[in-house]
């Protein structure tokens, strides 16, 4: 059993950044050995994959709409993960939830939201124009 728990989300302008971070509890191997990820759901969307890690050997993957803005990364020493996020744009608002999943990889590409196991109650990022 995973409980992941976000924080970090708020509100700001186009153009600033935010850093998002999700505690893991409950899990005794810590953060190794899970593919975690963030993703986020705007009104009326999908949810749909921002970025992931795998903790045990620290592969990310980006979705091509935060590639070059947005930075995965883990400090396994406080079973935390995070999600810098720079030049936010207004159609990066939405709810990010962090996900995990035991497992030995990701995979190939960017994981689906179904393919996640646990997840935390989200944090709302809302940027204006």
């Known amino acids: 059993q995973v409980q992941l728990v976000e924080s970090g989300g708020g509100s700001v302008q186009a153009g600033g950044s935010l850093r998002l971070s999700c505690v893991a509890f409950?899990?005794?191997?810590?953060?190794?050995?899970?593919?975690m990820g963030w993703f986020r759901q705007a009104p009326g969307k999908e949810r749909e994959g921002v970025a992931a890690?795998?903790?045990?050997?620290?592969?990310?993957y980006y979705a091509d709409s935060v590639k070059g803005r947005f930075t995965i990364s883990q400090d396994n020493a406080k079973n935390t993960l995070y999600l810098q996020m720079n030049s936010l744009k207004p159609e990066d608002t939405g709810m990010y939830y962090c996900?995990?999943?035991?497992?030995?990889?990701?995979?190939?590409?960017?994981?689906?939201?179904?393919?996640?196991?646990?997840w935390g109650k989200g944090t709302l990022v809302t940027i204006s124009s």
């Open positions: 996900a995990a999943r035991i497992t030995s990889s990701c995979g190939t590409t960017l994981p689906q939201y179904y393919g996640m196991d646990y």
């Open positions: 409950g899990y005794a191997s810590a953060i190794n050995y899970l593919c």
């Open positions: 890690i795998y903790t045990g050997g620290g592969s990310t």
